[in-house]
Nanobody, 120 residues
């Protein structure tokens, strides 16, 4: 079993910054990919940013140039630095990790989510 602990959400004014963290622990042989997703009220969950073990990164067009995803492989942790936040960034942010097990199976795990509210 794998546990994900997210932190860093909160209330911030437009133009402000927040840094989200997601630490994975448990039965991890290796981590293939880590990413951040968000779901605003009455909207579908969408990909914000993702990073593979090889360092390939993808961003949603809406956050390019403002958000930066990074990972610390030694700590099994992924970060999302969010700058120039806008009210439309308000959502619950979820961490997802694709873990490679000892039997080389790929398993997805989701965090419980952390709320980011951008408002004056």
């Amino acid at each position: 079993q794998v546990q994900l602990v997210e932190s860093g959400g909160g209330l911030v004014q437009p133009g402000g910054s927040l840094r989200l963290s997601c630490a994975a622990s448990g039965s991890i042989f290796s981590i293939h990919a880590m990413g951040w997703y968000r779901q605003a009220p009455e909207k579908q969950r969408e990909t914000v940013a993702a990073i593979t073990s090889g360092g390939r990164i993808n961003y949603a067009d809406s956050v390019k140039g403002r958000f930066t995803i990074s990972r610390d492989n030694a700590k099994n942790t992924v970060y999302l630095q969010m700058n120039s936040l806008k009210p439309e960034d308000t959502a619950v942010y979820y961490c997802k990790v694709v873990v490679v097990t000892a039997t080389l199976a790929h398993m997805e795990y989701w965090g419980k989510g952390t709320l980011v509210t951008v408002s004056s």
